[in-house]
């Protein structure tokens, strides 16, 4: 009895430890491995990774080293099958199902590569769609949230185009404003820009550039070092570990490399 009550202790003073290290995301031996038939496939291994408040991480590795899998965790979109994963000082790993959808909904934004917008419903709708499952009772007026975040994404004037009727970039900005409408503490984005042209992929990080410099955490995924040099720090990935974690010591400004290719552009022509 004794025994288990100190480690109770210990577990609490953990606890209270990291809830006073004002992370936004802790991972501690964070590890997943499927199960495919009788085989293990260990697809993450003792993930140790701490991200404050106002970073901007991209998440570098080769084909199959885990990258995928860490954001589906990170995104409470999936189950670690072991090791501790704390979001804004809470342990995901201690949560009911319910409680784990809750989080997820209030404090992620999560854009994938295809975009996954429904085909035959408006932009406004998409975006309107979060909303629909939020129960916490700050969603009175939908159609007024949804239509603010069209507009930051500067998109205003398409909210009543479907999916079909924009542009890879834009229907990028309306899976990003579907993902800020909920005002997330923290945008995840694997391979956002891995559909588009590289133009329009720099108009994107523009876009995070801009929602970062507001405060919005990002970690997002990208296979393209250019790419990567837009966020403010670097996690490299081998074989389901982190090798590599590092600040970037020459950022590209998205601004600035998108007036080159507009000159470059006019020059062009
Ligand atoms: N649902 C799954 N079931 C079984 N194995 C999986 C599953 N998802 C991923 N894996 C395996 O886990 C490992 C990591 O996959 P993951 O998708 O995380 O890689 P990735 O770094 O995102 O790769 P890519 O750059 O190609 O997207 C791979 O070996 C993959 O085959
Ligand atoms: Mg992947």
């Known amino acids: 009895m004794e025994i288990e009550t100190a480690a109770q202790d210990l577990e609490e003073d ?7 290290e004002n992370l936004i995301i802790k991972t501690v031996n964070l590890s ?8 293990d496939v260990p697809a993450l291994k003792h993930v140790n990774i701490n991200v404050e408040p106002g970073e901007f991480v991209a998440i570098m590795g080769a084909s199959g080293s885990g990258k995928s899998t860490l954001m589906n965790l990170l995104g409470c979109l999936d ?4 090791g501790d994963y704390f979001l804004d000082g809470q342990n995901t790993s201690k949560m009911s199902k319910n409680e784990y959808a809750q989080i997820r909904n209030q404090k992620i934004g999560f854009v994938f590569q295809g975009f996954n917008l429904l085909p ?4 406004l709708e998409n975006v309107e769609l979060p909303l629909m499952y939020d129960r916490s009772g700050k969603t009175i007026n939908q159609e007024k949230m949804a239509i603010a975040a069209l507009e930051r994404v500067g998109l205003g004037d398409r909210m009543h185009h479907i999916p079909s ?6 229907q990028q900005r309306v899976a990003l404003a579907r993902a800020l409408v909920n005002e997330p503490s ?4 694997d391979e956002p820009t891995g559909n588009l042209d590289s133009r329009t992929s720099v108009e994107v990080f523009h876009l995070f550039q801009q929602l970062n410099d507001e405060g919005i955490t990002i970690v997002m995924v990208t296979h393209e070092r250019d790419f990567a040099a837009f966020a403010k720090r670097i996690i490299e990935m081998r074989d389901g ?3 590599k974690d590092y600040e970037i010591k020459d950022r590209l400004n998205a601004e600035t490399e ?3 290719i507009l000159s470059e552009a006019i020059i062009d022509d």
């Open 14 to 20: 953990f606890n209270r430890e990291i809830i006073l």
């Open 186 to 189: 923290l945008i995840l984005a």
């Open 165 to 170: 009727q924009l542009s890879g970039g834009q």
């Open 120 to 123: 035959r419903t408006t932009a």
């Open 241 to 243: 570990r982190v090798i």
């Open 79 to 82: 189950m670690p099958t072991a």
């Open 258 to 260: 998108l007036q080159k």
């Open 32 to 39: 997943k491995t499927y199960k495919v038939g009788d085989i």
